[in-house]
């Protein structure tokens, strides 16, 4: 992939779930009253911001895939009642964008995306609606962190980019996720 934006993208997406396969692992340590615990965040639970994450991601990715989803998403807020579960689907989801950014061709990065919303349809650029999906992730997964502080869970690492020197952080994530450094674009 030479394009910059593309490579980009690409690796934003591949961040993203490598970002989620690493709370998956945390949360996988909390029993279910840990995971539902009422804390002090936007949302007020771990399970509460974790679906909320999925729902919102479905959201955007059936609306870059061309779909009419809209507030559907988020008709059960919380579609997933443990960890297991909710970690499994944030899986699927995050590998249908990394699909879906690894599709991309340069002429797509200025494609009008139609958002439906309530009562209208949003239209934005897919490179605009991507680099807000990511924010949305990382804004949540940073509540997510601070809640597992409160828990006898350890947070783990979230704020390292998928650059050539951190390859020895993530070995054994990438085999669990089914990639190589290949794949990340080295």
């Known amino acids: ?26 949360v996988a340590g909390l029993d279910q009253s840990q995971f539902e615990a009422r804390r002090v965040s936007f949302f007020p639970s771990l399970k ?13 990715i059936d609306a870059l895939e061309g779909g009419t989803l809209g507030p559907k998403a988020w008709k059960n807020e919380e579609p997933f009642d443990t ?14 964008l ?13 494609r009008p995306v139609a958002i439906h919303r309530q009562s209208r349809i949003q239209t934005e650029r897919c490179d605009d609606v991507l680099n807000h999906l990511f ?9 997510v962190h601070a809640m597992l502080a409160g828990t006898p869970i350890a947070p783990p690492q979230l704020d390292e980019f998928i650059v050539s020197d951190d390859a ?18 080295f």
């Open 1 to 26: 992939m030479t394009d910059p934006a593309l490579r980009m993208l690409a690796k934003l997406a591949r961040n993203n779930a490598l970002a989620n396969h690493r709370l998956a692992g945390a």
């Open 135 to 143: 924010a949305h992730q990382t804004h949540h997964r940073g509540q």
């Open 83 to 96: 960890a297991r579960a909710l970690c499994a689907a944030q899986r699927q989801s995050d590998e249908k």
């Open 168 to 185: 020895k952080f993530r070995t054994g994530e990438l085999a669990a996720l089914g990639w190589t450094e290949a794949d990340l674009g």
């Open 48 to 60: 509460a911001t974790l679906n909320h994450i999925l729902v919102i991601d479905w959201f955007y």
């Open 98 to 110: 990394v699909a879906l950014c690894d599709g991309l061709a340069a002429a797509d990065l200025a």
